[in-house]
C-alpha cells in the first residue's frame, strides 16, 4: 500500500523538475549573471541550513529510523559549509551570506514546509528536496566547470559531494515513508509538492534577466 503513496509522490512533483526551469537552464549554458548566481547561492543557503531540521523533525516522527534520520541530520548540518563555501566562489562571503534574509519566495517556501513538516511529513519534505539533488548536482557542476570557473576543488564541492551522497539519502527516505502505516504517509504526495514547488518559485524569484 505504502508504494503507491511513494509513486503518487514522484507524480505529485513530476512537474517540478528543476532542470527544466529557465534558471537551471541559462546556468547550464552560461546565461547567469553574477548577481544572479550569487542571490540563488545567498537564498537557497536558508534551504540548505532548513534541511537538517527537517531531518531532525523526521526522526521525532519515525522512532524506528530514529538513528539513521539523525545521522542523516548531522550529515547535512555539516555540509551548510560547504554551501558558504560555493557562496564564497559566487562573491558572497560568510557574514553576508548568514545575514541575508529570506525573500518572499524562500519564507514562504521555508513556512509551507515547516507546516507540512509539523503535520507527520517531514520525510516527505526531505525527500522532494534530495531526490532531484543528484542530475541537478551533476549537470550544475558542468556548468561551473566550463562557464564560472569554479570545480569541485574551488567552491563545488557540495554539489560533487551530493551527486552521489543524496542517491542514498533519497533511497534511505523511501525506505522510511514506505514503512509507515496507513494512515501515516497519507498526506506526503502534497507534503512533496509543497517543496518541490517552493524549490521552484524560489529559483524564479532569483532569475533576473529571463
Known sequence: MQQIVLTQMEAAT???????????????VGD???SELA??????YHVVAALPRWLETAAAQ??????????????????????????????????????????EATASMLSNCDVAADAGNAAAVAWALEVQTPAVSREKMKGLE????I???????????HER?????AAELERVIASQEPPFGAGAPSAALVAADGLWKILSSVEHAA
Open 62 to 103: 519515525q522512532p524506528a529510523y530514529r538513528e539513521t534520520l539523525l545521522a542523516h541530520a548531522a550529515e547535512e548540518s555539516a555540509h551548510v559549509r560547504l554551501w558558504e563555501r560555493f557562496a564564497g566562489a559566487c562573491g558572497v562571503s560568510t557574514d553576508a551570506l548568514r545575514s541575508t534574509k529570506p525573500n
Open 14 to 28: 513530476s512537474s517540478r523538475n528543476l532542470l527544466e526551469h529557465s534558471f537551471y537552464k541559462r546556468w547550464l
Open 32 to 34: 547567469l549573471t553574477k
Open 39 to 44: 542571490d540563488y547561492a545567498a537564498q537557497y
Open 151 to 161: 570545480d569541485a576543488r574551488s567552491g563545488g564541492e557540495y554539489f560533487a559531494l
Open 146 to 149: 566550463k562557464f564560472y570557473g
Open 165 to 169: 551522497l543524496d542517491v542514498e539519502h
